[in-house]
């Protein structure tokens, strides 16, 4: 049985921004990582050059605020989120600065050793603003 993170609320993950990204040639790829005890750390500076939000913006905030969706259907999709009896990318939409929704694919690797979730997201349709760069 894989060990993932087992989080009780939906509440509690919370997104972490490094003021500092490396320079890589995926810049485009907006890649997370999800800790045992909720800290959605967030590995690019494409998601907040997607969203719009500056990193202060969204250091602290809750992954579900960013949901394009209610609180009791947000909270429902992050739990599909950890769980590895879901199989394949997951469709996300996530509520940008400036109040439209961006819909996302979600591919999702789970690290049975840390406990982690390795997320690569990249935006669909026709107003993503970065190139789509698709993941294993």
Same mark, same amino acid.
């Given at each position: 049985m894989l060990a993932v993170p087992r989080l009780a609320q939906p509440e509690q993950?919370?997104?972490r921004c490094r003021?500092?990204?490396p320079r890589d040639p995926g810049a485009g790829v907006c890649l997370a990582r999800l800790h045992a005890d909720g800290c959605f750390e967030l590995l690019?500076?494409?998601?907040?050059?997607?969203?719009?939000?500056e990193p202060a913006e969204l250091d602290g905030r809750a992954l579900l605020a960013l949901l394009a969706l209610d609180?009791?259907?947000?909270?429902?999709?992050?739990g599909r989120l950890v769980d590895?009896?879901?199989?394949?990318?997951?469709?996300?939409?996530?509520r940008c600065k400036d109040g439209r929704s961006l819909p996302m694919q979600w591919h999702r690797?789970?690290?049975a050793y840390d406990r982690s979730l390795y997320i @690569?997201?990249? %935006? =669909?349709?026709?107003? @993503?603003?970065? %190139? =789509?760069c698709r993941a294993p």
């Open positions: 993950v919370v997104l003021r500092n990204y690019s500076g494409a998601w907040q050059r997607l969203l719009g939000f609180p009791p259907s947000g909270g429902r999709l992050i590895p009896e879901e199989t394949g990318p997951m469709r996300l939409e996530l690797r789970f690290d @690569a997201a990249e %935006p =669909l349709g026709a107003d @993503a603003t970065a %190139p =789509l």
